[in-house]
Structures are given as structure tokens and as C-alpha cells.
Nanobody, 126 residues
């Protein structure tokens, strides 16, 4: 059974950095899209970025390019989300999710993903 577990969330001051981790098990890590999403209270879940395990190609939400970086360690079945220059509006629960194959322009659609982690809270204080 596929399982995704996020870690690394916490409280950070504005301007600080955090690195979130997503540990994947129960899936063949050679041809998946691993997405990061976030959901703030009262808002819809939004796509942060995505990485393809087959070639490490990444996609990001336009508003987050330059501050957030996704990386992968295929040997460990781990995906990371490095978040820099954090702002209070980045406060949300962050989730990783997995979908088989290539999603193309649909990478940011939560409905495209089959497996989800439980989420990790990120709080950015001003």
C-alpha cells in the first residue's frame, strides 16, 4: 500500500527558511509525479510544485518561482521542498502527493493525484 509521510514543518519567522521532506513507500519510484500542495484555512488546496521521478523535471506555481525548490533523492524515495524567504501568506498545511506518469499541465490539479500524505503545518510569523 502506498504511503506518503511529510515532515519538517514548524514555526518560522518571516524571511526564514524551512525544508519539508516527503517519504514515499509502497510505490515504484521510477515513474511518478510527486506534487507539493498547500492549503490555508478557508482556502482551496493549491499546487506549489511538482517533480517527475523519471527525469527530475520540476514545475512550480508562477507566484513561488525563485523562492521554493523541489528536489529528489531517488535512492531514498524522498522528495524535498526547500522554502526560502518565507512570508506570512505561506502559512498553510503542506501536503505531498503522488500520481503515476506525466501530468503535463495538470500537475497542479489535486484530483490528478492518487496518494496523499497527512500534511505538515507551516506557520510563518510576521
Amino acid at each position: 500500500e502506498a504511503q506518503l509521510v511529510e515532515s519538517g514543518g514548524g514555526l518560522v519567522q518571516a524571511g526564514g527558511s524551512l525544508r519539508l521532506s516527503c517519504a514515499a513507500s509502497g510505490i515504484t519510484f521510477d515513474d511518478y509525479a510527486i506534487g507539493w500542495f498547500r492549503q490555508a484555512p478557508g482556502k482551496e488546496r493549491e499546487g506549489v510544485g511538482c517533480i517527475y521521478t523519471v527525469d527530475d523535471v520540476t514545475y512550480y506555481a508562477d507566484s513561488l518561482k525563485g523562492r521554493f525548490t523541489i528536489s529528489i533523492d531517488n535512492a531514498k524515495n524522498m522528495v524535498y521542498l526547500q522554502m526560502n524567504s518565507l512570508k506570512p501568506e505561506d502559512t498553510a498545511v503542506y501536503y505531498c502527493a503522488a500520481a503515476p506518469g506525466i501530468l503535463s499541465k495538470y500537475w497542479s490539479s489535486p484530483g490528478e493525484y492518487d496518494y496523499w500524505g497527512q500534511g505538515t503545518q507551516v506557520t510563518v510569523s510576521s
